[in-house]
C-alpha cells in the first residue's frame, strides 16, 4: 500500500470524545524535532524508561518515515507541548496460513501518562487505530502487549503463543543431528543486509511472523544508541557446506559471581533457515563452556528443541500470550488465508465495537481456498469478535475454547478447518 495512511486526518469520534475533556488529539509533524522529541520523551516516559539522550532521539527520528504517530496534548500542564499520550501505527505483512501474507495495522507505544490514566484517554485512541485501519482498508490489527488485561475488551485476542525456556546444559547432551556446515562469529553490523534477507525469506513459513526492517531489525542487531545490554551481544552465523547463511543466532552472557563456571547464556535470537541450520546453532549454545543455564525467550511452542537432548526435563517451560490481533473486515481477512480441511460453516460473530458483527457463511474449496459472503442463515457456530482472532492464526483450538465455554456450535468442523500445520509465532516485539 502507499503512504497514503500518513496523511488521513485523525479520527473525528475520538477527537471530540477527547475535546469534550479539554484534550487535543492530534497527528505528530514528525518532520519538527522539537515535536518529535517531546512525543519520544512522553513515550519513553510511558514504559518507564530513561529520559532519552539527544543523540538518541535524532537516530530514532530517522526511522520515523513509514510510522503514523498520534499524540494526545493537555494545553493546561506545565509543559504542554509534551503529549499526555502517545500511540504509533504502520502497514505490516502478517504471515497467515497458506505461506500467504496480509496487510494488518500493527499498533505499538500505546501510553497515557500517569497523571491522566483511566479517564478514557486509551480506549478513544485504540478505537481511534481500530476506525484509521477501516479506512485503510486494513482487515487485522495486530499489538504485543505490556499487560494481557487491556485488550481483549478492544477485541484483540492472542493468536500466536511463545515460549520461554531454561535449560541446565548439564543435564542437556546434545543427541540431535551433527549437521555440516560452519558457525562463525560476525559482528551485528555483518548480518544487516544478509541477516534481514533471511529473516524475509523465511517469514511466510510460520503464521504470525510480521515484516520487520528499520528500527524492528537494528534493535535486534544492538544498533540502538545508548543499548548498554548491546555491548554484551554477541552473534554467529552458520553457512551451510557450499556457503549460504542458513542461520543466525545472538545471545550474551553473565557471570555468576560465586562461580565462574556458571554462566548464564540468554539466547536473544535464534532464526534458521534449514533443520541443520536450527542443530547446529542450538548444540553450538548449548555447548558453551563456563554456561551452565541457557535462556530463550520468545521461542515457538511447536521447537522440537526437547527431542535433541539427553534429558526432557532439563528443559523447562514457561508459555506465554504474544501476538494479539484483531479481526476488522471478516472477509477480507478469512478470505487471506488457506484452510486444512474444506467445509461450509455459517459463523455467528458478536462485536459491540461493529467490526465483525453478523453472520458469515465461510464456504472452503478442496484445495483450501475460502470464500465468505454475509448471510441471514442461522449460525453454526456462536462465538464473539474475540474468539474469532484467537482462531485466526490457527494456533488456539476452537475445540479449547468450546471447553472454556467461549465458542460453540459444531467446533470439531471448525477445529479441523482452521488448524495450521506450523504453530502460528512471532520473534520479536514491537
Ligand atoms: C495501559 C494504559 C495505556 C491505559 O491507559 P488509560 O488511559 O488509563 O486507559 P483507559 O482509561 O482508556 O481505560 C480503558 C479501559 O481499559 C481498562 N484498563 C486500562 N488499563 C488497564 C490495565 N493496565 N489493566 C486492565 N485494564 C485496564 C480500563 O479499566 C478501561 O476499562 P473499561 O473502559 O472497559 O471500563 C496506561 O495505563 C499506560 O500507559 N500504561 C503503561 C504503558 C503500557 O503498558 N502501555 C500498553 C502497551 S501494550
Known sequence: MGNDYLDLPVDSASRDRLAADHLRLGLLDTSDPQAYAAWFRAESRGFHDGTPTDELIEQRRGYVADRRRTG???DTIAEPAEPVATTEAWPADLTVPGRRSVPSWAISAVTVAPTHRRRGIARALLEAELRTARACDLPIATLTVSESTIYGRFGFAPAALARDLT??????????PQPGGRIHFVSGRQLLEDGLALVERVRLATPGQIAYDGILWERQLGLMIGDEDAKKQRFVRYDDASGRLQGFASYKLTENPDNFSQHRLELL???TATDDAYAALWR???EMDLVSEVHAHLRPVDEPLRWMVSDFRAVRIAELDHLWIRILDVPAALEARTYATPGRLVLGVADPFGACEGSWALEVDSSGIATVTPTDEPADI???AEELAAIYLGGVSPLMLAAAGRVSGRTAELEAMFRS?????LSIWY
Open 72 to 74: 494526545v496534548w493537555d
Open 167 to 176: 535449560i541446565d546444559t548439564r543435564r542437556a547432551t546434545w543427541t540431535g
Open 269 to 271: 535470537h535464534l532464526v
Open 382 to 384: 456462536t462465538m464473539t
Open 421 to 425: 500445520p506450523v504453530a502460528p509465532f
Open 284 to 286: 553450538f549454545v548449548l
